[in-house]
């Protein structure tokens, strides 16, 4: 069974940092491209960025740009996502989601519950 | 780079719901459809344009014409209320969602 869990989510203040953490199994992690997806309470998905198998990184957003950083650890089946100067318009549910192996667009077949990130001091 | 979508609409029970999402990038890339229940994570339902996953409903079905892509959900029922988002990857743009389109089943 393929699973993907979040962790590392919680309450900062505006300019602070946080380090969230996707663990999976039920797959081979290394054959996967990955993503990070938020959505602030109440609205919509934003696509925050993406990393291929090898650690190298598909994109970010704009909004993440200079702030935000991806990365993986394969031998620990592990994604990561890096917050600094975060703001409070950064408050959200972030997902960790995986790349759909086979299809074009880069889509995402399999998420993970979502760890909630509040920015507010 | 925005895919818009029509921000609600209201079904009953075994009638056809096609949900749209509109935007110049899907001329040239493929659109993915994803399915999030009140609470839940989302659940990709349609990638490629037209592709079910394994699990998926045939009721669910998906087509793009180039600047319109649309979801089809025939013969709806009340499990199939959510919120559906689209969404494409472009080499220049990267990856965007559409703005959603929440399904009301009445």
């Known amino acids: 069974e393929v699973k993907l869990v979040e962790s590392g989510g919680g309450l900062v203040e505006p300019g602070g940092t946080l380090r969230l953490s996707c663990e999976v199994s039920?797959?081979?992690?290394?054959?996967?491209?990955m993503h990070w997806v938020r959505q602030p309470p109440g609205t919509g998905l934003e696509w925050v960025a993406g990393?291929?198998?090898?650690?190298?990184?598909?994109g970010q957003a704009a909004f993440a740009k200079g702030r935000f950083r991806v990365f993986r650890y394969n031998p620990e089946k592990t994604l990561f996502l890096q917050l600094s100067s975060l703001r409070p318009e950064d408050t959200a549910f972030y997902f960790c989601?995986?790349?759909?192996?086979?299809?074009?667009?880069?889509?995402?077949?399999?998420w993970g519950q979502g760890t909630l990130v509040t920015v507010a001091s | 780079y925005e895919l818009t979508q029509t921000p609600s609409m209201s079904v009953s029970p075994g009638e056809t719901a096609t949900i749209s999402c509109s935007g110049d990038?899907?001329?040239?890339?493929?659109c993915a459809w994803y399915q999030q229940k009140s609470g839940q994570s989302p659940v990709l339902v349609i990638y490629?344009?037209?592709k079910r996953p394994a699990g998926i409903p045939e009721r669910f079905s998906g087509s793009n014409s180039g600047t319109s892509a649309t979801l089809t959900i025939s013969g709806i029922q009340a499990v199939d209320e959510a919120d559906y988002y689209c969404?494409?990857?472009?080499?220049?743009?990267?990856?965007?969602f559409g703005t959603g389109t929440k399904v009301t089943v009445l």
């Open positions: 989601a995986r790349e759909h192996s086979s299809a074009s667009g880069r889509p995402v077949d399999f």
């Open positions: 039920g797959f081979k992690f290394d054959d996967y491209g």
């Open positions: 990393i291929k198998w090898n650690g190298d990184e598909i």
């Open positions: 990038e899907l001329r040239t890339n493929y």
């Open positions: 490629n344009d037209d």
């Open positions: 969404q494409a990857w472009d080499i220049n743009t990267l990856y965007v």
